[in-house]
């Protein structure tokens, strides 16, 4: 074999597959991200049509409907702002793909988080904002709240109205 | 050619091939199919590469 030879195989087999996967890899993070991404599980399908109804008094569906969440409206709620939430909130939905599919590891029952809806994430955009600061009845559960002791969502309900 | 580089070759075709749906389209099932299925495919591909390519330099006594 020639060197010419040598040198086209050790780029075919060696730095092409790496350079597209890294490509692939960082653009396909980029577009997990993304509203249609979650969108594109017909599982989530009520979750989302519960987003876009314009007459539904949940949560989710305000701050997309109000844009208080301009993009990736899923991501911004659902991904814990840890330093490996990011990696963990995509390894899982490959997981419920796998588990969809295979069965392997399927949830029995509704679908549930598999933790309490950890404050932090809500308190990410709201946690600086003067009006969420200055209000009487956050003034009082403070330290409660930003210790995630006392969950936004006992008072804040309903999140999501699934519909269909 | 070697019998593990032409298997090589398949392996990361095969992978390049599963990688194009999720590079054109990102959905839940092309980003399995890439993660689960073509990643393994180029590091079978990478592996039998690398060992063809030892098996040659022992074929010619550099290792």
Known sequence: MSTTEKLLLALVLGIAPVLFAMAVFGLSFNRAERLSFCASCHTMTPWVADLKNPNSSSLASKHFRNRW???????????????????????????????????????????????????????????????????????????????????CTVCHQPIHTPQG | MSKLIEWALVATALGFLLAIPCLLVTTPITMVLFFLVSLPLFGIGLLLYLAAVVRDLRSHKVL
Do not use: W
């Open chain 1, 69 to 151: 969440i301009v993009t990736n409206q899923c991501y911004t709620c659902h991904v814990n702002y840890e330093f490996m939430g990011p990696i963990s909130a995509k390894l899982d939905g490959m997981r419920h793909v796998v588990a969809y599919y295979t069965g392997i590891g399927m949830p029995k029952g509704a679908i549930k988080l598999y933790e309490p809806f950890p404050n932090g994430n809500c308190l990410r955009c709201h946690g600086a904002a003067q009006n969420f600061n200055q209000s009487p009845t956050h003034a009082a559960v403070m330290q409660q709240v930003r210790a995630n002791q006392l969950s």
